[in-house]
């Protein structure tokens, strides 16, 4: 019995993606590596899901900036300025790392994770966003 409890946990657990909404990038992102599964094929994914994601950040933030009353503008910009120093080195941090590392797939692995970084501020502004519109109501 105990194993049927944690069998049914495990594939709750797995499935639970499939019935959260996925965002348009990341749709994109899992067709284009379905496509193009080579090691170059998901750098090139992964390149181009990072340039879509830099533009919902500038889409976002603009957003955030103009729904913010003008005490909240000044520490939103200056919260950004330091993500943006902190995503400089990040990148720098992760090209470096990854770029010691034997073989082709650690490429994969660096590509990703810059998508994930600039995907994480996105979904925090996004949520900031929402919750200020939310507190107008």
């Known amino acids: 019995m105990k194993n049927m409890i944690v069998l049914c946990f495990l594939i709750l657990l797995s499935s639970a993606p499939a019935f959260a909404q996925q965002h348009e ?72 790392l990854y770029g010691q590392m034997p073989g082709t797939m650690f490429r994969t692995f660096s590509a990703g994770r810059r998508v994930t970084i600039i995907r994480n501020r996105v979904m925090e502004l996004k949520s900031c966003y929402d919750d200020l519109l939310m507190s107008r109501q």
Do not use: H
């Open 25 to 96: 990038i990341d749709v994109f992102l899992e067709n284009c590596m379905e496509a193009d599964p080579s090691t170059v094929g998901m750098v090139n994914c992964y390149g181009e899901a990072e340039k879509k994601w830099d533009g919902e950040l500038n889409k976002t933030y603009k957003q955030l900036i103009n729904a913010a009353d003008e005490n909240t503008k000044p520490k939103l910009k200056a919260a950004q300025l330091a993500w943006l120093k902190f995503r400089d080195a990040e990148f720098e941090f992760i090209s470096y």
